[in-house]
């Protein structure tokens, strides 16, 4: 149980565009789902909250209207980069909560970004 | 001060010795607590999580929380090289629905 997946497991986009990155949970419904990015050697970095049927809530220095969040469903949530450039370059990685009392958190397999 | 304290390592062990890995945590409001391996390239993969103070075992891998000192470590006996890892811990505290993350701790386990 408690199963997150991802899609695309990477992308390749040129500067300018914009690109949506995919979380379900895939066999347990998510209250909360959260977004992290992580550069090579680094830890991970919360970018923001997203609760379903609510705004995201993101970590100071996220920019929101970059960083596109809709968490539309219970199994579902995506994070659209818009308007791409090298430096979001980045390993992107979702995770998933049960809710209630229960706070671990479950990964789903990351999606790396390459910007050219 | 960070909220969340691990020495990044690495941490070097042989082969079926145990290794120990230590985090710190700075919040007393913090209730629940996570071990995470992340391997290079791959996202966290949950391992341990403990609530309450004292010892929690699953397989080779024991969690200990002592929250009079603020700290959560994590044992793991019979290292295998396949443990070699960045091990993160994670804690949440009260109230708030997200997890801090430690920078992590790179174990080697040495055949």
């Known amino acids: 149980g408690a199963v997150v997946s991802q899609h695309p497991s990477w992308v390749i986009c040129k500067s300018g565009t914009s690109v949506k990155i995919e979380c379900r949970s895939l066999?347990?419904?998510?209250?909360?789902m959260f977004w992290y990015r992580q550069f090579p050697k680094q830890s991970l970095m919360l970018m923001a909250t997203?609760?379903?049927?609510?705004?995201?809530?993101?970590e100071q220095g996220v920019e929101k209207d970059k960083f596109l969040i809709n968490h539309a469903s219970l199994t579902l949530s995506t994070l659209t980069v818009t308007s791409a450039h090298p430096e979001d370059s980045s390993f992107y990685i979702c995770s998933a909560r049960h809710g209630g009392d229960s706070y671990e958190q479950y990964f789903g397999p990351g999606t790396r970004l390459t910007v050219t | 001060q960070k909220e969340v304290e691990q020495n990044s390592g690495p941490l070097s062990v042989p082969e079926g010795a145990i290794a120990s890995l230590n985090c710190t945590y700075s919040d007393r409001g913090s209730q629940s607590f996570f071990w995470y391996r992340q391997y290079s390239g791959k996202s966290p993969e949950l391992i341990m999580f403990i609530y309450s103070n004292g010892d929690k075992e699953d397989g080779r891998f024991t969690a200990q929380l002592n929250k009079a000192s603020q700290y959560v470590s994590l044992l793991i006996r019979d290292s295998q090289p396949s443990d070699s890892a960045t091990y993160l811990c994670?804690?949440?505290?009260?109230?708030?629905?997200?997890?801090?993350f430690g920078i992590g701790t790179k174990l080697q386990v040495i055949p």
């Open positions: 997203s609760n379903e049927g609510s705004k995201a809530t993101y």
């Open positions: 066999d347990f419904q998510a209250t909360t």
């Open positions: 994670a804690v949440n505290i009260e109230g708030y629905q997200k997890v801090t």
